[in-house]
């Protein structure tokens, strides 16, 4: 069973930046979709961002143009860069194969002040 590890979170004020990262155990990261998501309180879990095994990227629009996803596929490892964060993005974020087949990780806990 892979397990994920979410880090990277914390408290930012509007407009700052953050950048999450996410490590992989096991030998099928590579060739997997891997994504983003998020979920805020009281809220269903949303798909953010993908990163497809060969690289190319999808965004929920409430991100596109702010948020950056990438892939290490030799340290098993998937990130996400977040600029221009707003209150909104407030949410805890998790990292997960596309479709979420995997058990969910931690977490990590963003908060975004206004």
């Known amino acids: 069973q892979v397990q994920l590890v979410e880090s990277g979170g914390g408290l930012v004020q509007a407009g700052g930046s953050l950048r999450l990262s996410c490590a992989a155990s096991?030998?099928?990261?590579?060739?997997?979709?891997m994504a983003w998501y998020r979920q805020a309180p009281g809220k269903q879990r949303q798909l953010v961002a993908v990163?497809?095994?060969?690289?190319?990227?999808n965004y929920a629009d409430s991100v596109k143009g702010r948020f950056t996803i990438s892939r290490d596929n030799a340290k098993n490892t998937v990130y996400l860069l977040m600029n221009s964060l707003k209150p909104e993005d407030t949410a805890v974020y998790y990292c997960?194969?596309?479709?979420?087949?995997?058990?969910w990780g931690q977490g990590t806990q963003v908060n975004v002040s206004s």
């Open positions: 990163c497809a095994s060969g690289g190319s990227t």
């Open positions: 096991g030998s099928i990261f590579s060739i997997k979709s």
């Open positions: 997960n194969a596309l479709p979420a087949t995997w058990s």
